[in-house]
């Protein structure tokens, strides 16, 4: 058993190496039939995955508006946007200040786990 991302296993999934049996997101995935949605069974624990891009901080407004528009125009283009669904993810082009929420909720989420159970990375 594991834990581990589409993008990493969907292959061997495909190949018929291993079985997937359930994704972390509240949400079943199409490419994985029959794997159980997390949240399903343990309502709002679940992890939903995200793929992000960052920069440098004091990236000017007008720079980080230009990567935003550009990475959703090719997020949709019919080849990224099947590459990335063959792979089990969902394409959405999240950017600015929804994306920036996202990785606070999970900092936070993450922080207080690692924090509450005195985890360390050594």
Aim: glycine content about 14%; proline content about 7%.
């Amino acid at each position: 058993m594991m834990l581990d991302v589409t993008v990493g296993v969907m292959p061997h999934v495909k190949a018929g190496k291993l079985r997937a049996l359930m994704v972390t997101g509240g949400a079943p995935l199409e490419q994985l039939p029959g794997a159980v949605p997390f949240d399903s069974l343990f309502p709002g624990l679940g992890i939903p995955g995200w793929h992000g891009i960052f920069t440098t901080g004091g990236t000017p407004k007008t720079v980080l508006e230009r990567l935003a528009t550009d990475i959703g125009a090719v997020l949709q283009t019919p080849a990224v946007a099947n590459r990335f669904r063959e792979l089990g993810v969902e394409p959405s082009g999240v950017s600015g200040d929804a994306f920036n929420e996202i990785v606070r909720r999970d900092y936070a989420r993450w922080g207080e786990i690692i924090r509450r159970n005195n985890l360390r990375a050594d």
